[in-house]
């Protein structure tokens, strides 16, 4: 099962408003239910993947029927021996074909689905690696420090090995698609051994009461977008969707002064015809590429 999960770890930058009508990509789920704190009307999501619709549809289910210590725990990132039981408690909330998915993979249910993701996986075994050249010790003293100047001073001074200098470089492209430079970024901000973020307290209740704002789109991106009417959409959080063949949809649909984020392949990939780019391109954090926000002008 190859769940696209890491790109909740991506930050968007995009704010959404009260009673905006959003259009966004599922991803791993818990972008799309930090959304409602901010209180939108709706938030349609769309997917190629109809594995990360049926995710959501879990995650949406699991809010509404959890507490957040339950949620955690389900998800997978708590510990956990009644995983199964709790998604008994959730399956009732889900669509008949989200039920039938998550049925056909319960070992995934009870190894907590918060680790099943293709990124989650391959950072686990990195993380297991690193512990293994460095000591768990060092690793646990390296994660305890609070600011970047810190981190760098440890990693001059005790984690630039000879055997990490030799064998660096090809650990990041075991495991990762971007280069090390980018991976020895995130290293030194603390995000490559944080642990994954979750919902805070205050996003969680917010998600469990406006959990009825989002709807799950399950047929094709190019067909939903056809079908809502012009000048309806005031912000689209795309991700790593493939926007080709949605570009006039986009416009067409966009309200004047509608925003939008996605990630392109280089900065001189344009936005959708209509629209024109907003401030800096910034990199994906563990993903190839960059994060490009655009705005269509009032």
């Given at each position: 099962?190859?769940?696209?999960?890491?790109?909740?770890?991506?930050?968007?930058?995009?704010?959404?408003?009260?009673?905006?009508?959003?259009?966004?990509?599922?991803e791993g789920g818990d972008r799309v239910?930090?959304?409602?704190?901010?209180?939108?009307?709706?938030?349609?999501?769309?997917?190629?993947?109809?594995?990360?619709?049926?995710?959501?549809?879990?995650?949406?289910?699991?809010?509404?029927?959890?507490?957040?210590?339950?949620?955690?725990?389900?998800?997978?990132?708590?510990?956990?021996?009644?995983?199964?039981?709790?998604?008994?408690?959730?399956?009732?909330?889900?669509?008949?074909?989200?039920?039938?998915?998550?049925?056909?993979?319960?070992?995934?249910?009870?190894?907590?689905?918060?680790?099943?993701?293709?990124?989650?996986?391959?950072?686990?075994?990195?993380?297991?690696?690193?512990?293994?050249?460095?000591?768990?010790?060092?690793v646990e003293r390296f994660q305890a420090?609070?600011?970047?100047?810190?981190?760098?001073?440890?990693?001059?001074?005790?984690?630039?090995?000879?055997?990490?200098?030799?064998?660096?470089?090809?650990?990041?492209?075991?495991?990762?698609e971007v280069g090390a430079e980018r991976?020895?970024?995130?290293?030194?901000?603390?995000?490559?051994?944080?642990?994954?973020?979750?919902?805070?307290?205050?996003?969680?209740?917010?998600?469990?009461?406006?959990?009825?704002?989002?709807?799950?789109?399950?047929?094709?991106?190019?067909?939903?977008?056809?079908?809502?009417?012009?000048?309806?959409?005031?912000?689209?959080?795309?991700?790593?969707?493939?926007?080709?063949?949605?570009?006039?949809?986009?416009?067409?649909?966009?309200?004047?002064?509608?925003?939008?984020?996605?990630?392109?392949?280089?900065?001189?990939?344009?936005?959708?015809?209509?629209?024109?780019?907003?401030?800096?391109?910034?990199?994906?954090?563990?993903?190839?590429?960059?994060?490009?926000?655009?705005?269509?002008?009032?």
């Open positions: 099962m190859n769940l696209r999960q890491g790109s909740d770890w991506v930050v968007d930058g995009l704010e959404t408003k009260a009673d905006d009508a959003v259009v966004a990509t599922a239910l930090r959304l409602l704190s901010t209180g939108p009307k709706r938030v349609a999501v769309i997917d190629r993947h109809p594995a990360q619709l049926h995710l959501l549809a879990l995650k949406v289910a699991a809010v509404k029927a959890l507490s957040r210590g339950d949620y955690l725990e389900l998800m997978g990132n708590t510990a956990s021996r009644r995983r199964r039981a709790l998604f008994q408690r959730v399956r009732w909330l889900m669509p008949k074909d989200s039920d039938d998915f998550w049925l056909a993979r319960l070992g995934a249910i009870d190894r907590g689905i918060a680790q099943q993701g293709e990124f989650e996986r391959n950072l686990s075994s990195f993380r297991q690696l690193v512990r293994l050249v460095h000591g768990s010790k060092t420090l609070t600011t970047e100047a810190e981190r760098r001073e440890m990693y001059a001074r005790e984690w630039q090995s000879r055997l990490w200098r030799t064998i660096g470089d090809r650990l990041w492209s075991r495991w990762f991976l020895e970024r995130l290293l030194l901000d603390g995000r490559l051994l944080a642990p994954a973020p979750t919902l805070s307290e205050a996003e969680f209740t917010a998600a469990k009461e406006k959990a009825n704002r989002v709807l799950i789109v399950t047929e094709a991106p190019h067909d939903y977008l056809h079908a809502l009417p012009s000048d309806s959409v005031d912000a689209f959080l795309l991700g790593r969707l493939e926007l080709k063949g949605l570009e006039g949809e986009l416009c067409r649909v966009a309200r004047r002064g509608a925003r939008m984020s996605y990630v392109a392949a280089s900065p001189e990939r344009r936005p959708p015809v209509g629209f024109v780019p907003q401030g800096e391109p910034r990199d994906a954090g563990f993903f190839p590429g960059l994060l490009m926000a655009a705005v269509l002008p009032a």
